[in-house]
C-alpha cells in the first residue's frame, strides 16, 4: 500500500522543492549498527559522517532485517519491497537525491525521500527505516537534521565503545532470525 502511495506521489504530486538559504541543517551520517536491545527489538544506529554523534532509532523486524541484509550485500531470491521502491523509482527514470531524517515527535521519528523525476523535485514523507532501507540500496545519502540531533542524538561513550551507546552487547541480526521474521 505504501508503495503505491510512493508512485502516486511520485506522478502526480511534484512538489518543485528548491533550496532555500534558511533550511535546516543536515548532517550526513551513515548506517553503524542494525542490532536487537536486551528486549529483543531492533535498534537501528546511525553514525554521523565528521563527528562523534549516535542516533539510535527503534525500527520493525522487517525493515531492520532488510538493512542488515543490504549491509552485508545479501540479496533475497526475491525484492522485498525496499528493492521494489528503488527499483519504481529507477524505472521511472527518477532519483533518489537523499533521505532526510527531519524531526522526532513523542518519540517517533520523522523523515523524507527526496527525489527527481521529469526535471522536478518530490519530498515524500515516510519512515526512517524505510527510507533509509531504499537509500542504500540507491546509493544515496542519507542525513540527520541538526535538531534531530540535538533532541535524540547520543554523544560517544567516553571508552567510545559503540556497543555501550544505545544498547549493551547488541547482537548482529543473524540470517537464521531474518528467515523467520525475527
Known sequence: MALYAILALVLLAPLGCGERADAPREVPVR?????????????????????????????GPAEASSIDAEMHHERPKRPNSHDFAARLIAGLDGELLRVVVTEVRAGTFYAILVLEAGGKRVEIDARPSD?????????????????????????PAPDADRQSIAVPAPARIAPATRAVGL
Open 131 to 155: 527510507a533509509i532501507a531504499t537509500a542504500l540500496r540507491a546509493g544515496a545519502p542519507i542525513l540527520v537534521r541538526e535538531q534531530v540531533f540535538e533532541e535524540a542524538g547520543q554523544p
Open 31 to 59: 548506517v553503524s549498527l542494525v542490532a536487537l536491545d536486551p528486549q529483543n527489538v531492533p535498534i537501528l544506529i546511525l553514525e554521523e559522517e565528521a563527528g562523534p554523534r549516535m542516533l539510535p532509532i527503534w525500527i
